[in-house]
T-cell receptor
């Protein structure tokens, strides 16, 4: 099993739709979680951190389910500009500074 | 606040040639990462520095790749000799610490012909 797995996509949704992505992780000691957005031929940019209690930033909601070992990203009222690849990042806990792991990304296309 | 600076933006070389990439992280960021991203895949960590020390280079192909961060600030990544499969985007990222959020540079797109 991969350390971090994401819905492969692609997700093609109409403008205004609600879409959700999941990301599962295998290391139960994982400590920090983030969602990054990557536009075509651009570098990844931090979208939002994921907190244990769940958090919201405008149209975006991130949630963490430690029992089932997954994080999710919900996008409401999708805009054309939301079209991008969404990468989840999982950072293990523990005393050693082990590498953080990126998922392979979920491609979203919002259609007019 | 200045972001992570990388150069060059693009590089085209022939196989068996050498190439070097440069990265200057955000000021004050102790942790620096080099990632390789092949089209359609997520970034893959090559090497992680904490100040000028290597924390993790387990996925660095050491027979051909090398990296250094001598003064704990900027860093260079070298490939010698390059292979066709090294064609990818090489991303540098930095963070305040090893479990903090990463900030990426714009990357170097390498094409090996």
């Amino acid at each position: 099993r991969k350390e971090v797995e994401q819905d492969p996509g692609p997700f093609n949704v109409p403008e205004g739709a609600t879409v959700a992505f999941n990301c599962t992780y295998s290391n139960s000691a994982s400590q920090s979680f983030f969602w990054y957005r990557q536009d075509c031929r651009k570098e990844p940019k931090l979208l939002m951190s994921v907190y244990s209690s769940g958090n919201e930033d405008g149209r975006f909601t991130a949630q963490l389910n430690r029992a089932s070992q997954y994080i999710s990203l919900l996008i409401r009222d999708s805009k054309l500009s939301d079209s991008a690849t969404y990468l989840c990042v999982v950072i293990p806990g523990g005393g050693s500074a082990r590498q953080l792991t990126f998922g392979s990304g979920t491609q979203l296309t919002v259609l007019p | 606040e200045a972001g992570v600076a990388q150069s060059p933006r693009y590089k085209i070389i022939e196989k068996r040639q050498s190439v070097a990439f440069w990265c200057n992280p955000i000021s004050g960021h102790a942790t620096l990462y080099w990632y390789q991203q092949i089209l359609g895949q997520g970034p893959k960590l090559l090497i992680q520095f904490q100040n000028n020390g290597v924390v993790d280079d387990s996925q660095l192909p050491k027979d051909r790749f090398s990296a250094e961060r001598l003064k704990g600030v900027d860093s260079t990544l070298k490939i010698q000799p390059a292979k066709l499969e090294d064609s990818a985007v090489y991303l540098c990222a930095s963070s305040l610490g090893p479990r903090e959020k990463l900030f990426f540079g714009s990357g170097t797109q390498l094409s090996v012909l």
